[in-house]
């Protein structure tokens, strides 16, 4: 069986014939085609905790598929889907239509609703066609599936639910179908109503519809984990705006901050990218106050180090309680020993976690793999960060002990040859091959095309090492702990000086993507050293070039920067990392060249970003192809893209930090803020922004004495109006 976390082949397609619909809760998620439908054969069906419940369901009448007219998503877990059933021979209309509304969220409830516009009675037969295979994500992912039926070793039982409920009614008839594997058992209830016949595969309906009016059914189905039958979250006749989901939903859409701008498409992506946010989180049962965000759906609808960590860290602008939980979370599951299994070690920080075989609901079942370079100095950033916006000071001291256990792991495992740079390489062959955030196999390369061999030293993994060294350096400071406050700051210092030596490939102009096994520059053009700019870790007289390069031709699409130059080897426009361009890799880049001073071109491809999400509805996708603007006046997409997906929606966030050069130091009693706006903006105002513990409200524009104002701020904070540039963040500061 192939690992999931090294699965180098294509991914499924989710509708071959394009339009599907991805409703999701937290890990329950529901893939269909346009008409509500999942078809068996596919990668659709209804999802829960990286198991496949449902994977065949269709709704016909008259044993005819109804004729799709619109699929509408009331919210990022619930949809309505609008038919007609097929007209008859020498009629150009019909007179039914039929209506289906979904909720997922721990299964899914479906109420199904025909309407008649007759002026007679209309009598139909209404058929539920569905089937399970209990297949793992993976497996559906990759193509390896089968058919989704037929399986001999799923039973089904009917139980027609002789007797009464609790409050005197017949209970519903139950069709259940179960699965086990060793000790391992899975199940799936699927509850209705009022049908005329109950078997395993089909549910049918006798219905005379009235005329002008209708009739209706709901189905419930929940999953059944180790003999454990859990009912769906939304029930067949009780209230929705009363469900967990939908009232934190509703709470989410309450506290973030608003925007109000004259740039349409700023207002728009802005505004989409905090929902889909709002719609990627996760609450652990074991601990729901403390609230994480998913990677992407479908496929990642769990927890990662690395795309978690940078996604609260482009969110901190509208809530710092993603920080808080994910950085709780990711502490709660650090590496305590070593297991080349699952490439744990002491202190290191977790890539993925998957649920396939947990006992529960809580994340503390899930299974684990820690193959990753970079999220264990992530979580020593983000959590210095969190410091510099003033909000959780008592939780940030309780992690304290996590971030130095991480820098345990820096020093010791991840530098593991003692040379201050730190590699990766993994611990058997079922581990990833490339274990930075380009982790595809193919994913760092030489210019000549040439594919990079570990153990290798990423340059965006030493970005992120010398920002943990910095904000190590800082907490030390804070405790009046001097003798590690000027360790940390001298290893940054080393750091530093090495990097720009070892990495500078002088006559080319920009940095290696990495150093290979023997030390050797890999000396491609990538995204990867826009991420070094970002942390300070480039010397300013190289910054320059380095931002000629990324904005050159060959790295600039129009819409983003390609992950690969296109004149580099081995691109290709519609790779997963060699060429695509990522959002919140153009993001991270376009921060970086603002630190830098360079604020026309990180302008320039945020607003290139903007243009691309507003092109597709105000939603950024994980990624799309390099093609360039010039050739196609949309971007085009990648085919297995996820979306919502997390760091991608929380890339507009960063933008707008960027434009608004927001850089807040509250422990040092500063802020700086100094927005550079281009012309097509002429007024800005956020409101609500979570700063200091207050509510902080930005507004730019001429109307605004000084052309800019900050308001809600604790007195003492010093407001600097002046943009803080990479100096005051390094180890000489």
Same mark, same amino acid.
């Given at each position: 069986?192939?690992?999931?976390?090294?699965?180098?082949?294509?991914?499924?397609?989710?509708?071959?014939?394009?339009?599907?619909?991805?409703?999701?809760?937290?890990?329950?998620?529901?893939? %269909?085609?346009?008409?509500?439908?999942?078809?068996?054969?596919?990668?659709?069906?209804?999802?829960?905790? +990286?198991?496949? @419940?449902?994977?065949?369901?269709?709704?016909?009448?008259?044993?005819?598929?109804?004729?799709?007219?619109?699929?509408?998503?009331?919210?990022?877990?619930?949809?309505?889907?609008?038919?007609?059933?097929?007209?008859?021979?020498?009629?150009?209309?019909?007179?039914?239509?039929?209506?289906?509304?979904?909720?997922?969220?721990?299964?899914?409830?479906?109420? *199904?609703?025909?309407?008649?516009?007759?002026?007679?009675?209309?009598?139909?037969?209404?058929?539920?066609?569905?089937?399970?295979?209990?297949?793992?994500?993976?497996?559906?992912?990759?193509?390896?599936?089968?058919?989704?039926?037929?399986?001999?070793?799923?039973?089904?039982?009917?139980?027609?639910?002789?007797?009464?409920?609790?409050?005197?009614?017949?209970?519903?008839?139950?069709?259940?179908?179960?699965?086990?594997?060793?000790?391992?058992?899975?199940?799936?209830?699927?509850?209705?109503?009022?049908?005329?016949?109950?078997?395993?595969?089909?549910?049918?309906?006798?219905?005379?519809?009235?005329?002008?009016?209708?009739?209706?059914?709901?189905?419930?189905?929940?999953?059944?984990?180790?003999?454990?039958?859990?009912?769906?979250?939304?029930?067949?006749?009780?209230?929705?705006?009363?469900?967990?989901?939908?009232?934190?939903?509703?709470?989410?859409?309450?506290?973030?901050?608003?925007?109000?701008?004259?740039?349409?498409?700023?207002?728009?992506?802005?505004?989409?990218?905090?929902?889909?946010? $709002?719609?990627?989180?996760?609450?652990?049962?074991?601990?729901?106050?403390?609230?994480?965000?998913?990677?992407?759906?479908?496929?990642?609808?769990?927890?990662?180090?690395?795309?978690?960590?940078?996604?609260?860290?482009?969110?901190?602008?509208?809530?710092?309680?993603?920080?808080?939980?994910?950085?709780?979370? =990711?502490?709660?599951?650090?590496?305590?020993?070593?297991?080349?299994?699952?490439?744990?070690?002491?202190?290191?920080?977790? &890539?993925?976690?998957?649920?396939?075989?947990?006992? %529960?609901?809580?994340?503390?079942? !899930?299974?684990?793999?820690?193959?990753?370079?970079?999220?264990?100095?992530?979580?020593?950033?983000?959590?210095?960060?969190?410091?510099?916006? !003033?909000?959780?000071?008592?939780?940030?001291?309780?992690?304290?002990?996590?971030?130095?256990?991480?820098?345990?792991?820096?020093?010791?495992?991840?530098?593991?040859?003692?040379?201050?740079?730190?590699?990766? &390489?993994?611990?058997?062959?079922?581990?990833?091959?490339?274990?930075?955030?380009?982790?595809?196999?193919?994913? *760092?390369?030489?210019?000549?095309?040439?594919?990079?061999?570990?153990? @290798?030293?990423?340059?965006?993994?030493?970005?992120?090492?010398?920002?943990?060294?910095?904000?190590?350096?800082?907490?030390?400071?804070?405790?009046?702990?001097?003798?590690?406050?000027?360790?940390?700051?001298?290893?940054?210092?080393?750091?530093?000086?090495?990097?720009?030596?070892?990495?500078?490939?002088?006559?080319?102009?920009?940095?290696?993507?990495?150093? +290979?096994?023997?030390?050797?520059?890999?000396?491609?053009?990538?995204?990867?050293?826009?991420?070094?700019?970002?942390?300070?870790?480039?010397?300013?007289?190289?910054?320059?070039?380095?931002?000629?390069?990324?904005?050159?031709?060959?790295?600039?699409? $129009?819409? !983003? /920067?390609?992950?690969?130059?296109?004149?580099?080897?081995?691109?290709?426009?519609?790779?997963?990392?060699?060429?695509?361009?990522?959002?919140?890799?153009?993001?991270? /880049?376009?921060?970086?060249?603002?630190?830098?001073?360079?604020?026309?071109?990180?302008?320039?491809?945020?607003?290139?970003?903007?243009?691309?999400?507003?092109?597709?509805?105000?939603?950024?996708?994980?990624?799309?192809?390099?093609?360039?603007?010039?050739?196609? +006046?949309?971007?085009?997409?990648?085919?297995? %893209?996820?979306?919502?997906?997390?760091?991608?929606?929380? %890339?507009?966030?960063?933008?707008?930090?960027? =434009?608004?050069?927001?850089?807040?130091?509250?422990?040092?009693?500063?802020?700086?803020?100094?927005?550079?706006?281009?012309?097509? @903006?002429?007024?800005?105002?956020?409101?609500?922004?979570?700063?200091? $513990?207050?509510?902080?409200?930005?507004? /730019?524009?001429?109307?605004?004495?000084?052309?800019?104002? @900050?308001?809600?701020?604790?007195?003492?904070?010093?407001?600097?109006?002046?943009?803080?540039?990479?100096?005051?963040?390094?180890?000489?500061?």
């Amino acid at each position: 069986m192939t690992d999931p976390w090294n699965f180098d082949g294509p991914v499924t397609h989710l509708d071959a014939g394009g339009g599907s619909v991805t409703l999701v809760d937290e890990s329950t998620f529901a893939i %269909s085609a346009g008409a509500g439908d999942m078809h068996a054969g596919t990668a659709q069906g209804l999802f829960v905790r +990286d198991t496949r @419940i449902l994977s065949h369901f269709e709704v016909l009448i008259d044993g005819v598929r109804a004729e799709p007219l619109a699929a509408v998503n009331d919210d990022p877990f619930s949809a309505t889907f609008v038919s007609r059933t097929v007209p008859g021979p020498g009629h150009a209309d019909s007179t039914l239509m039929v209506f289906r509304h979904r909720h997922v969220g721990r299964g899914m409830r479906e109420e *199904i609703t025909v309407r008649n516009f007759s002026e007679e009675s209309t009598a139909c037969t209404v058929e539920v066609v569905l089937a399970t295979d209990f297949a793992d994500l993976f497996a559906v992912k990759e193509g390896r599936a089968g058919s989704g039926t037929g399986r001999s070793d799923i039973t089904a039982e009917v139980d027609l639910g002789k007797g009464h409920d609790d409050d005197g009614e017949p209970p519903a008839p139950t069709l259940t179908y179960g699965y086990r594997r060793g000790n391992l058992t899975r199940g799936v209830e699927v509850r209705v109503a009022g049908a005329t016949s109950v078997a395993p595969g089909l549910i049918s309906y006798e219905v005379l519809v009235p005329p002008r009016g209708e009739w209706s059914v709901c189905i419930e189905v929940g999953p059944v984990i180790d003999g454990v039958a859990f009912p769906p979250t939304y029930r067949c006749g009780g209230p929705e705006d009363q469900v967990t989901p939908t009232e934190r939903l509703a709470e989410w859409r309450r506290q973030v901050p608003q925007i109000e701008t004259d740039h349409p498409v700023l207002k728009q992506v802005v505004a989409k990218s905090a929902e889909d946010l $709002g719609a990627l989180r996760i609450f652990d049962p074991d601990f729901p106050e403390r609230v994480v965000v998913a990677a992407g759906a479908p496929w990642f609808m769990t927890v990662f180090g690395r795309d978690s960590l940078l996604t609260a860290w482009m969110a901190l602008l509208v809530d710092p309680d993603l920080a808080r939980g994910v950085l709780q979370t =990711l502490a709660r599951f650090q590496g305590s020993e070593v297991d080349p299994r699952h490439e744990e070690e002491p202190g290191r920080i977790l &890539h993925e976690m998957r649920f396939g075989d947990a006992a %529960s609901l809580s994340l503390g079942g !899930g299974s684990i793999y820690y193959g990753t370079a970079d999220a264990t100095p992530l979580f020593v950033m983000l959590l210095g960060e969190l410091r510099r916006w !003033g909000v959780a000071r008592e939780l940030v001291d309780e992690l304290l002990p996590n971030a130095h256990r991480a820098m345990e792991w820096i020093e010791q495992f991840g530098d593991s040859d003692g040379d201050g740079y730190v590699e990766y &390489h993994r611990a058997t062959d079922r581990g990833l091959a490339n274990q930075g955030w380009k982790d595809s196999w193919d994913g *760092i390369r030489y210019a000549d095309g040439r594919i990079a061999q570990a153990p @290798i030293a990423l340059a965006e993994v030493q970005a992120y090492t010398y920002g943990a060294y910095l904000a190590s350096a800082h907490f030390a400071y804070e405790v009046g702990d001097m003798a590690t406050y000027d360790r940390y700051r001298a290893k940054a210092a080393h750091l530093k000086e090495a990097f720009n030596r070892d990495f500078w490939l002088e006559d080319k102009g920009w940095f290696a993507v990495g150093l +290979d096994a023997d030390k050797r520059p890999i000396d491609s053009l990538t995204s990867n050293i826009g991420h070094c700019l970002w942390t300070g870790i480039i010397d300013e007289e190289k910054a320059g070039l380095v931002a000629e390069a990324l904005l050159s031709p060959t790295m600039f699409s $129009g819409w !983003g /920067v390609r992950t690969l130059a296109t004149d580099n080897g081995g691109y290709n426009p519609i790779s997963y990392h060699c060429g695509s361009v990522w959002p919140h890799d153009t993001a991270i /880049v376009a921060a970086g060249l603002a630190r830098y001073g360079f604020d026309a071109a990180a302008q320039k491809l945020i607003f290139g970003l903007l243009d691309a999400g507003a092109a597709q509805g105000g939603r950024l996708p994980e990624l799309f192809s390099g093609l360039d603007r010039s050739e196609f +006046d949309v971007p085009v997409g990648y085919p297995t %893209s996820c979306s919502p997906q997390a760091w991608a929606a929380a %890339s507009p966030l960063l933008c707008l930090r960027t =434009l608004l050069r927001l850089d807040p130091w509250i422990p040092y009693g500063k802020i700086w803020l100094s927005p550079n706006l281009p012309k097509g @903006i002429g007024t800005l105002k956020v409101e609500g922004i979570p700063l200091a $513990g207050s509510r902080v409200t930005i507004e /730019v524009g001429d109307h605004v004495p000084g052309g800019v104002s @900050i308001t809600g701020l604790p007195p003492e904070i010093e407001i600097v109006h002046a943009p803080r540039r990479p100096l005051t963040a390094t180890a000489e500061d």
